[in-house]
């Protein structure tokens, strides 16, 4: 490896407060097991989909705390940072069916929604860019649609129920109006409800059936010669 | 090293040539191969189909299968734990069901196992990491299902059965194609956010091999999105889930049944019994065994841990000969070598090509035949664009996607991808991105048949785990197919089973037994697995390490 020839330059970064020297370029991940670090928790997907490694650290020389997913972000010279291994925030357990979007399901199983302060800190902390804060709003006044699209992208990684100085636990929230708007206030698609009724009509299995006991040179023939839409 | 825009000089010169030939091409089509220029080039040039690679399997009940050198060391090492260290006589979850593995098939085997009947706190759900890191949360292009009027079962049936190399169970190509439909509706009535027209018609497009349109997306986090619900609809049935605890060998009883699992936790290191009337084997692939030394798409533990654990029951293997290598992993920036660049920006318009912004493949073959012409146009035909680490990649033209379905296409429809390289300063709206095939699927597997049974009693499996399905390589929309298919099959059928079966005297013995065998051919005895998680630490903190705490 190029490193260990000393032929990339080396970065001080202070893992924990301990300070250790890595290969500039690195994620963040890699960073800590380049200096040793053997990942238990804090590591997952290593592709920035599933918020495993959510971090917060610190720049040499500045006062702002920030954030990010390790595995997503490079190491800069005199970086401190501790990653997150765990957010303890209670998801509330719901029968999808039994939920009335009209009567505002999303404050009812999460009242908490109604103690924001509107300080934006869930927004600045979003590895992932999102406007929390306005998803949270959304959601009191009871705009799933807009609550879902706003939260879409969420890989809830639980920086914002850490920063929230009203305990909201933001990403839960913003699972329960994808679901809800998914199920209750999407168009459904009536094609699929189609597709799914034709199969008991046995056309689609007695096709199939044909299909199976082709031999290898005759199926081979059928694949060449299907129509590409 | 200086960087415009996120690209060094020497790559800025092969994008002007990209940006020069763009306004031609957008009205080109290139033609694809027929099935003899597809041979050809996978035979020429598909990692996959180089014989020096692979060794023949020596022990267990797929003796004589040819498969990879890291699969190969992998089925034929020790147990980590021996008879003599486990005390069987006290069981810590005495429990109905057994589900190892916490992904989608994982997953929906636990919600379909409940649903048929089980009582929930019967149910044990182990996972090595946290509920739902699996491969399934990463996938991101889509799910296939044929759904629309000019689309039907049988034509998608063809297509799997073609891109697979005619090599598929016929009996699990047709559950997965006739399932299709339903499980799209299921999703739906869960609450899955998939693309839709204003009128609710599902937005869907093509994947390398698709003869129709079946591609069911969800911008390009339909794997994070599809996973999101059904963890959340898993937690709401009140499923028991132990986290940070893999299996590291199953059980059998007296009577030759798989009868539960030892778990390891692997903060405490101590072991759990788990006696279990029917046990689901939803464990995934083997990204990252690294497969001659490719980068990998894959998440942390895909290390294939239930292959070596099912082998050693007895259960028998099929196609892992064949590995999937997807056509399009990042190539630059460093950071994020060997991640998936999903198939949907080809799918979208972006085209493939080589340093003199020239094509040189149509975009969307099957992965397989993809991926073994951009290795082509890299080693032999001398095309590839060098980074600065001496990497070979192609491009992939993303900045045509917004040229051709309009602006704002790709931040909206790709914000994933989007999003990643803008962390690294390179906007692929007005950049084509740098991708080289990357180590994605394993194709092949244990055998099961339609209903998600082993061929071991007490034994079922879903998922990346299992073979057949894909035959010799699987199509885009497939993988998430198939573990909501094969888990939900495995967990009704589990559960019926659970119902009926009765649980002898635990034992380890085919550990034993299996560990004779393997000292016969002359398995060094410092081979052990299944491997739980890659070694990543720094080469010179390894090698000053001492065990002494």
């Known amino acids: 490896m190029l490193a260990e020839k000393n032929q990339i330059p080396l970065v001080s970064v202070f893992i924990m407060g301990k300070e250790y020297k890595v290969p500039s370029g690195l994620t963040l991940m890699k960073a800590m097991e380049y200096a040793g670090y053997r990942y238990t928790r804090g590591a997952g997907c290593r592709a920035g989909f599933c918020g495993a490694c959510a971090t917060i650290y610190r720049l040499k020389d500045d006062y702002k705390l920030k954030s990010a997913l390790a595995c997503q972000t490079t190491v800069d010279d005199g970086m401190y940072l501790v990653q997150l291994p765990f957010t303890p925030a209670n998801k509330k357990k719901y029968d999808m069916e039994k939920l009335n979007i009209a009567h505002n399901a999303l404050l009812k199983e999460y009242p908490e929604i109604a103690r924001c302060i509107s300080c934006n800190s869930c927004t600045k902390v979003c590895p992932q860019e999102l406007k929390v804060m306005d998803y949270v709003q959304a959601s009191l006044r009871g705009d799933i649609e807009k609550a879902a699209i706003l939260s879409f992208d969420c890989v ?8 929230c100085p009203a305990e909201i636990t933001q990403y839960h929230v913003g699972q329960l109006a994808r679901r ?7 168009p459904k698609a009536i094609h699929t409800e189609e597709a799914v009724a034709k199969l008991n009509n046995g056309v689609s299995k007695k096709e199939i059936s044909k299909l199976k006991i082709l031999k290898l040179a005759e199926i081979k023939d059928l694949y060449k010669k299907r129509v590409t839409e | 090293m200086k960087l415009i825009k996120g690209y060094p000089e020497s790559m800025r010169e092969s994008i002007e040539m990209v940006e020069k030939t763009r ?18 080039v996978l035979n020429k040039y598909h990692p996959d189909y180089k014989p020096e690679v692979k060794r023949t399997l020596s022990v267990g009940n797929s003796k004589g299968e040819i498969v990879p050198f890291e699969v190969a060391d992998l089925i034929e090492s020790y147990s980590r734990i021996s008879e003599k260290d486990i005390d069987l006589s006290n069981i810590d979850y005495d429990v109905d069901l057994l589900i190892i593995g916490g992904g989608g098939a994982g997953t929906m085997a636990g919600i379909w196992a409940t649903y048929e009947g089980i009582d929930p706190q019967n149910i044990l759900m182990t996972t090595k990491l946290r509920h739902g890191d699996s491969n399934s949360i990463m996938a991101q292009g889509g799910i296939q299902a044929a759904d629309k009027s000019n689309d039907a079962p049988e034509i998608h049936y063809l297509d799997v059965i073609g891109g697979g190399h005619f090599a598929n169970d016929p009996e699990l190509v047709e559950a997965l194609v006739s399932d299709g439909p339903a499980i799209i509706k299921w999703f739906e009535g869960k609450g899955v956010m998939f693309d839709k027209e204003k009128d609710g018609t599902m937005i869907t497009i093509h994947g390398g091999g698709t003869s129709r349109k079946r591609m069911h997306s969800a911008k390009d986090y339909t794997g994070m999105e599809l996973l999101r ?3 959340d609809e898993f937690i709401n049935l009140s499923i028991p889930a132990v986290e940070f605890s893999p299996a590291i060998e199953l059980l059998m009883d007296d009577k030759g049944q798989v009868a539960g699992a030892v778990l390891f936790n692997i903060e405490t290191h101590q072991y759990y019994v788990v006696r279990a009337k029917a046990t689901i084997m939803a464990t995934g692939g083997f990204g990252r065994l690294h497969i001659q030394g490719f980068p990998t798409t894959n998440h942390y533990g895909a290390t294939a841990d239930g292959l070596a654990m099912a082998y050693r029951c007895g259960a028998r293997l099929r196609d892992m000969d064949s590995v999937q290598y997807h056509p399009t992993g990042a190539a630059f920036p460093e950071q994020i070598v060997g991640l998936l660049i999903t198939e949907k920006v080809r799918g979208l318009g972006a085209q493939p090509l080589n340093r003199e912004g ?19 146009e890299c080693y032999g035909a001398g095309g590839g664009v060098e980074t600065p680490t001496g990497m070979q990649g192609v491009w992939l033209d993303s900045p045509m996607i917004n040229m051709i379905k309009g602006e704002g296409v790709t931040e909206r429809e790709l914000s994933a991808m989007y999003r990643m390289f803008k962390r690294f300063d390179i906007n692929m709206v007005e950049d084509p991105i740098l991708v080289f095939p990357t180590l994605h699927y394993q194709n092949g597997g244990v055998v ?4 998600g049974a082993t061929e071991l009693k007490g034994l079922f499996a879903g998922g990346e785990v299992t073979g057949g399905v894909h035959g010799k390589n699987r199509l885009m929309g497939n993988s998430l197919l198939d573990y909501s298919v094969f888990g939900r099959r495995a967990g009704i059928s589990a559960a019926r089973y659970a119902k009926k079966a009765s649980i002898g005297k635990l034992t380890l013995s085919h550990v034993t037994k299996y560990s004779k065998e393997l000292k016969k051919v002359g398995v060094p005895e410092s081979r052990k697995s299944p491997m739980i998680l890659p070694e990543y630490r720094g080469k010179n903190v390894m090698s000053r390490a001492i065990d002494i705490f």
């Open chain 1, 156 to 163: 809830q990684c639980g920086l914002c129920a850490f920063r």
């Open chain 1, 180 to 186: 809800l708007n998914g199920k209750f206030v999407a």
């Open chain 2, 23 to 40: 306004e031609k091409r957008l009205k080109e089509k290139y033609q694809q191969m027929s099935m003899e220029e597809r041979d050809d």
């Open chain 2, 229 to 231: 619900v059904i963890r």
């Open chain 2, 358 to 376: 020239e094509m040189f493949v149509h975009p969307l073959e099957p992965r397989d035949v993809e991926s073994a012409a951009f290795i082509k």
């Open chain 2, 448 to 451: 099961i048949d339609s209903n």
